[in-house]
């Protein structure tokens, strides 16, 4: 009996949207609902007793990733972020600089997932949502072959399952 209240209360929770809502990522506004962002909330998932808990930039990706993009995620902490300096001094800001200058023709989307005082649980959260993200197999070994790329930022790939 206990059990079944349980469901129960879990389920009318759920139907009436109690809580947050730590999904990774969100439209960036509800001007923009063809961007989505981090979460600026996520965090809380991880910071539950502070009154200032550390939130993502607001780095904007488009919902649906046009055949002519080049999407790369770069996860991390605050050296990731870009601390201590401003969003335009990280080094996902320089790599997307560098990627426009050597492919004028495409959209280059670099996703500054960096996240000031996180760990690798919160890294290992994110990854799923991340790989969901589409990506080109194309683009992918055509941007791992230059050697200008010496950051930590890795292009993730769903494992490809064999036949047996």
């Not at 206990?2 to 969100?26: A, W």
């Not at 280059?108 to 969901?132: F, H, L, W």
Request: charged fraction near 25%; glycine fraction near 4%; include cysteine.
């Amino acid at each position: 009996m206990l059990f079944r209240s349980i469901i129960i209360l879990e389920f009318s929770l759920r139907l009436f949207g109690y809580g947050e809502n730590y999904k990774t990522f969100k439209p960036l506004s509800k001007a923009f609902q063809n961007r989505l962002a981090l979460n600026p909330k996520l965090t809380l998932k991880y910071f539950t007793n502070l009154n200032n808990y550390p939130t993502p930039l607001p780095d904007s990706f488009l919902k649906e990733k046009t055949k002519n993009t080049y999407r790369i995620f770069v996860l991390g902490g605050s050296s990731a972020e870009g601390w201590p300096y401003v969003s335009t001094g990280s080094f996902p800001a320089f790599l997307k600089r560098r990627l426009e200058l050597l492919y004028p023709e495409k959209n280059i989307e670099v996703i500054n997932c960096g996240i000031s005082a996180i760990n690798t649980y919160t890294i290992r959260d994110i990854v799923p949502d991340v790989i969901k993200q589409k990506r080109s197999e194309e683009h992918t070994s055509e941007l791992q072959s230059h050697s200008f790329i010496s950051y930590a930022v890795f292009c993730l790939k769903k494992k490809k399952r064999k036949n047996k």
